[in-house]
């Protein structure tokens, strides 16, 4: 009985152990298979892909599975371009296209989705698929493809049209939409599919007013040649592979090659922003400031209406003339708290011309609110307001930098016998010249010059009341000490030409493809000298019109930006080293120059 009642026990504790795995199997439920990465297969499509003489202004192809369709409007290009955009809708396993615009006779149409088509549930894309018909008798087949980069950093550049018109002209760009088109892909590359045999102009175009010709202001591309498309039959070697790493066949297999396949555009915006005045700003009583939306030839026109500054004011001005800061010297004219006055300045007008326009405008101070305890502080106090300046004097000062003195409104007058730069000779210290340089047109940059030496001391005195601002205000006492770098912390780098261009001018980079130093080549070499130890880069580019800047270029002149060059690699330079190359600019081809870890979609920087 006992042996009996064990097995009962042992049965009932199985049973048990067997219910509770089942249902903790049951509350898991399926593990499911391997993920699915297969795109969408198209199944069948009325009309054909291919289809002649058809006259329907709706498509339908079907799939395999449910799909959905993606930012059409960003990824789909439909050509001929279309005024109104076909309406592209993905409805179960079905993706439809409706024309709004009448078809045309005896034309070719071509679909490029992209990667807008993608499976419902895990959204793989089935990427570059294209579909074509025909309105007429034939189908036109030919290509013209090529690669699209920026003109200034060789970036490539996507998601831009590039188009092609059969008239010989170059007024057609102005004035009429492109014939067919294509869109560059991340990589910069694209494809014009479907086209007649003929001869073609072709541009690429930032095309923000979304009418598929230029307008001024938009980013362009253009090659000088005319394009010829045609085909070849050519043999190429095929890899039929047995898995990922063994390699089952090599066989030779006879394909269509369709040319041109490696036009090279280079992607530019010309100097041709609109004039607009911007805005006033006004953040302190003193001075007011105008901004302007870009460069301009002249100083605007000023004409006060509420005060008269009778010439008592100093203009501050960039180069470019965009941003302007008028300083006020008589008191009754900065402390009226608002400015009324005309503006008369040069603003393009709607075909981007320049045309005078006058604007009144209001120009307040707006006053900071203050805290009562702060404002009581300041009541209080009876300390002395000083004219403020400063210095770039350090402890590590850069063995080739002028020691700059920045003040924060206009000098009036400077006593030089109260300013003293001394330099460190054991413990004593020895008066060096003087050298004042006035560095900006508003005397609030200046500029004390000297060769200093390698890991020497040096010392600026300013006595106070030394120097006196355009409004009464002296200085306080100054004392800067500066410490110059050692040689040994500087690496240099010499360029060697493999054969000397005096248009070629070189640029130094960092790591994130900035400038940091510009320099003329030189028949013996060129000398970027006291550099920081650490990584560089280098381009070059033809200053064809020698005014020591890269230019860009203007499709109205059809004249190309001025030609830009990569060295291939980084140079990792040390302290107290100097780096010789010799680099010739065309030596490797213009699309292989640029480092990879510099390079990146130059599409999203333009914006287009």
């Not at 993905?90 to 989705?113: P, Q």
């Not at 040069?346 to 609110?369: C, E, G």
């Not at 800047?549 to 109205?556: A, F, N, P, R």
């Amino acid at each position: 009985m006992e042996i009996k009642k064990l097995i009962f026990k042992i049965f009932v504790v199985l049973s048990i152990g067997l219910m509770v795995h089942a249902c903790a199997n049951k509350a898991q439920g399926p593990t499911g298979g391997p993920k699915d990465e297969t795109p969408p297969h198209v199944m069948k499509s009325t009309p054909q892909n291919g289809a002649l003489n058809f006259k329907k202004k709706e498509i339908q192809i079907i799939f395999d599975e449910n799909v959905t369709v993606e930012k059409p409007s960003e990824t789909i290009i439909i050509s001929p371009p279309q005024a109104k955009q076909p309406d592209v809708k993905g409805n179960a396993k079905v993706v439809s296209v409706t024309f709004e615009n009448d078809l045309k006779d005896s034309t070719t149409y071509t679909i490029n989705f992209g990667s807008s088509i993608v499976d419902l549930n895990e959204k793989n894309p089935l990427k570059d698929y294209r579909f074509a018909f025909s309105t007429g008798n034939e189908i036109d087949t030919l290509q013209i493809s090529g690669t699209l980069i920026n003109a200034d950093d060789l970036n490539p550049v996507s998601s831009v049209i590039v188009g092609i018109y059969a008239e010989d002209i170059d007024t057609v760009f102005f004035k009429k939409p492109f014939l067919r088109i294509g869109k560059t892909d991340e990589n910069g590359r694209f494809t014009v599919d479907n086209c007649k045999p003929g001869k073609y102009r072709i541009y690429a175009l930032g095309d923000v007013s979304k009418d598929y010709f230029y307008q001024p202001g938009e980013n362009v591309a253009f090659i000088d040649s005319l394009a010829s498309p045609y085909a070849i039959r050519e043999e190429k070697q095929d890899t039929v592979w047995k898995d990922t790493l063994t390699i089952d066949t090599v066989r030779t297999i006879t394909v269509t090659r369709f040319l041109p396949d490696n036009l090279l555009f280079k992607y530019f915006k010309e100097n041709k922003k609109r004039q607009y005045f911007v805005k006033s700003e006004r953040k302190n009583p003193q001075s007011f400031t105008l901004f302007f939306n870009t460069m301009a030839a002249q100083l605007p026109e000023i004409k006060p209406l509420n005060f008269d500054w009778n010439n008592k004011v100093l203009i501050q001005k960039n180069t470019t003339l965009d941003t302007l800061t008028y300083w006020l010297k008589d008191s009754s004219v900065y402390n009226i708290d608002t400015l009324t006055m005309t503006l008369t300045y040069q603003k393009t007008d709607s075909i981007f011309q320049l045309v005078p326009q006058t604007d009144t405008i209001n120009v307040l101070m707006r006053k900071a609110a203050v805290n009562p305890k702060a404002k009581l502080k300041k009541q209080a106090t009876t300390e002395t307001e000083f004219y403020k300046l400063n210095t770039n004097a350090s402890s590590g000062f850069e063995l080739y930098n002028p020691l700059l003195l920045t003040f924060d409104a206009p000098l009036d007058s400077v006593d030089l016998t109260k300013i003293k730069l001394q330099q460190k000779i054991d413990s004593t210290f020895k008066t060096l010249p003087l050298k004042w340089r006035q560095v900006d047109s508003t005397q609030m940059l200046f500029a004390i010059d000297y060769k200093w030496e390698p890991e020497k001391q040096y010392e600026l005195h300013i006595d106070s009341a030394a120097i006196s601002s355009i409004y009464n205000l002296k200085n306080n006492k100054l004392k800067a000490d500066l410490k110059i770098k050692s040689l040994d912390e500087y690496s240099a780098l010499k360029i060697l030409p493999a054969a000397f261009d005096s248009l070629i001018v070189y640029q130094l980079l960092d790591t994130k493809d900035n400038v940091l130093a510009l320099k003329k080549s030189q028949p013996k070499g060129t000398l970027f000298e006291y550099l920081k130890p650490g990584d560089f880069y280098l381009r070059a580019f033809t200053d064809k019109n020698q005014n020591g800047k890269w230019d860009t270029g203007d499709i109205s002149t059809r004249t190309q930006p001025e030609e830009m060059y990569y060295y291939p690699k980084k140079f990792s330079l040390r302290a107290n080293w100097e780096f010789e190359e010799t680099w010739d600019v065309k030596a490797v081809p213009l699309l292989q120059q640029k480092p990879t870890e510099l390079k990146k979609d130059g599409g999203k920087k333009q914006g287009n």
